[in-house]
């Protein structure tokens, strides 16, 4: 084939790359938090798969904004820190800061907790088996 040819067809495929919008690396599963709402939205490859009411920091305390990925993970966990308190389908993703289950469900749609996320204990689980089934899960927290 000939030179320009190839120069053609570098040049559609620049102009291409450059119309069509960026289409996202396989995502797998990635929960969105939004402190303000106290609403936790996830996404399955890209897809919205739930919105969920939760619970982040109360005052006093913090619930670090950025992205992580999830690192540990553990069916049931007890706070080492908060005596002993249940943490059912724990997903760690900044050293003791964890999105897991809790049984003050009434306190969802609130500032509560002492730092973690928490979700139903029906949410966590569903949350812990996606992530689980996709090999992890990325958490991004926002104000």
């Known amino acids: 084939m000939s030179r ?3 120069l053609r067809a570098a ?4 102009a291409l790359t450059c119309l069509l919008p960026a289409l996202p690396a ?3 599963v990635v929960a969105r938090i ?3 709402q106290q609403r936790m939205r996830v996404y399955v ?3 919205p798969a739930f919105e969920w009411t939760v619970s982040t920091a109360r005052r006093g305390f913090v619930t670090p904004n950025g992205a992580y990925r999830v690192g540990r993970m553990a069916t049931m966990w007890r706070s080492h820190k908060y005596h002993g308190s249940p943490m059912p389908h724990a997903m760690f993703f900044r050293g003791g800061y964890a999105i897991h289950g809790t049984y003050a469900t009434g306190a ?3 500032r509560a907790s ?3 996320i928490r979700l139903s204990p029906g949410h966590a689980a569903t949350l812990f088996r996606l992530a689980r089934n996709y090999g992890g899960a990325a958490v991004i927290i926002r104000n």
Do not use: V
């Open 45 to 47: 490859d890209g897809a």
């Open 11 to 14: 040049l559609l495929g620049a």
């Open 4 to 6: 320009t040819f190839h």
């Open 108 to 110: 969802l749609g609130r």
């Open 26 to 28: 396989a995502a797998g």
């Open 34 to 36: 939004d402190q303000g």
């Open 114 to 116: 002492h730092g973690c």
